[in-house]
């Protein structure tokens, strides 16, 4: 596609609740990654795939923070047993290569609250 | 550890004044350096970017920044400001790659730039 698509791209989910966040990269783009961002705050790093390769895992909160991209191309965030310190703008950004100049392309995210 | 310090929370110009927000970085080896804008509801777009070469990086909506490595800092500008220019303003850097890949983009906290007419 034309750009790095998220969905959904709202979701209220009860404290407990298990969610999946979609991710559907540029085709062709190498890197993903995954941010969190808190209301006010710059994006935190989460975590970061070369095709279907985490290679960086460092920045998930918890154990209860999974993500996966088996094919290389679109990735799922699941957070499980959800609490309210979830909500947050999950970004999700590819870039086409791996090395360290490229930009990324960010998709508009998806807004989790906890309720 | 890569860091990246944007000092101001909320910068207020008025229309056709020139602006300035602020970025210092700390990271090992030659940093590659990166301004974002967020609008509200939406995702990070690019603005420039600097890898290496001419230290002042020209981008996108007549913006521009300029790398000062002795002072390491990555400062945003533009000469002439329009309303339309409000929104959030990110600071990226990221060090060099390693042999397992890419390196992530480590963010400020961003400052809010208001332009007012």
């Known amino acids: 596609g034309a750009g790095v698509s998220q969905s959904p791209r709202y979701k209220v989910a009860k404290r407990g609740q298990d969610v999946a966040l979609r991710c559907d990269p540029i085709?062709?783009?190498?890197?993903l990654f995954w941010y969190q961002q808190a209301l006010g705050q710059g994006p935190e790093f989460l975590t970061y795939?070369?095709?279907?390769?985490?290679?960086?895992k460092s920045g998930l909160p918890s154990d209860r923070f999974f993500a996966e991209r088996p094919e290389g191309s679109v990735s799922t965030l699941k957070i499980q047993r959800t609490q309210q310190e979830d909500s947050a703008v999950y970004l999700c950004?590819?870039?086409f290569g791996q090395g360290g100049g490229g930009g990324y392309t960010f998709g508009s995210g998806t807004r989790l609250t906890v309720v | 550890a890569q860091s990246v310090a944007q000092p101001e929370d909320q910068v207020n110009v008025a229309e056709g004044n020139p602006l300035t927000v602020k970025c210092t970085y700390s990271?090992?080896?030659?940093?590659?350096l990166f301004w974002y804008v967020q609008y509200p509801n939406r995702g990070l777009q690019f603005l420039l970017k600097y890898i290496t070469g001419d230290n002042l990086v020209k981008g996108s909506y007549g913006f521009e920044a300029e790398f000062n490595k002795s002072q390491t800092s990555f400062h945003l500008k533009k000469p002439s400001a329009l309303v339309s220019d409000s929104a959030l303003y990110f600071c990226a850097v990221r060090g060099p790659s390693s042999n397992s890949g890419n390196t992530p983009l480590v963010f400020g906290k961003g400052t809010r730039l208001s332009v007012i007419a």
């Open positions: 795939f070369q095709n279907e390769a985490q290679l960086d």
């Open positions: 950004a590819s870039s």
């Open positions: 990271v090992s080896g030659n940093p590659y």
């Open positions: 085709s062709g783009h190498v890197s």
